[in-house]
């Protein structure tokens, strides 16, 4: 079966210092790939995805993820954090066959926590 | 532009009682999609429908849980006679019509089901 692995469940860091949380997903076939965010009692938020094209992808608030094919990764980053990113951060694939690309799995979150 | 709404936002029942949860979908949305998150947990496909139609329920539960879209109204996401086990964060997507590409997924914030 397809799967998401994060690596960190729990990433404390210190406010203004760079982020990496990490991504893995088990298989290189063609793939759909997003990051989400979950703030404290509110649903997902789409911070970026990758859908085709540069495997640089921006997003919101400041943070980028990088698409590897070859590692079968897709690590965001944010090289200065802030005290209100504080929250849980979802990777989540879409492979894109069958017809059925419209079913996400998800990884099981990253509590980011930045500290003062 | 109201985004994917979800009720009730928390929901108690005891074992062996009925739970209805409600979502609907963002102005214009006409796909729906239930997700349930279980404790330590990423978020897991449920199913997938469409007015009036169940596109692909494959991640349901086969007995016990059950899910509509009518023509009017919400999104209804059924659980006959819960059990410990249902308890979870459900959550409700919405997109628009279908396209060539990926359509985007907008998250409501869930409803969190506890089974005493």
């Known amino acids: 079966a397809q799967s998401v692995t994060q690596l960190d469940s729990q990433v404390p860091v210190f406010e203004e210092a760079p982020v990496e949380l990490r991504c893995n997903y088990s298989s290189s076939v063609s793939v759909y790939l997003f990051w989400y965010v979950q703030y404290p009692n509110q649903g997902l938020q789409l911070l970026l995805k990758y859908l085709s094209g540069s495997t640089l992808v921006k997003g919101i608030n400041g943070f980028e993820a990088e698409f590897n094919k070859s590692q079968t990764s897709f690590h965001l980053r944010k090289p200065s954090v802030h005290i209100s990113d504080t929250a849980e951060y979802f990777c989540?694939?879409?492979?894109?066959?069958?017809?059925?690309?419209?079913?996400?799995?998800f990884g099981k979150g990253t509590l980011l926590t930045v500290n003062p | 532009n109201a985004g994917v709404m979800q009720n009730p936002r928390h929901l108690v029942r005891r074992r062996g009682q009925e739970a209805r949860l409600r979502c609907s979908p963002m102005?214009?949305?006409?796909?729906v999609y239930w997700y349930r998150q279980l404790p330590e947990e990423g978020l897991k496909f449920m199913v997938y429908l469409q007015k009036e139609n169940i596109i692909d329920e494959s991640g349901m539960p086969k007995e016990r849980f059950s899910a509509e879209f009518p023509k009017e109204g919400p999104s209804i996401l059924r659980i006959q006679q819960v059990v410990r086990g249902d308890s979870a964060a459900y959550f409700c997507a919405s997109s628009p019509s279908r396209s060539l590409s990926y359509n985007e997924q907008f998250f409501g914030p869930g409803t969190r089901l506890t089974v005493l």
């Open positions: 989540a694939v879409s492979w894109n066959s069958g017809g059925s690309n419209y079913k996400l799995t």
């Open positions: 102005k214009g949305h006409s796909h």
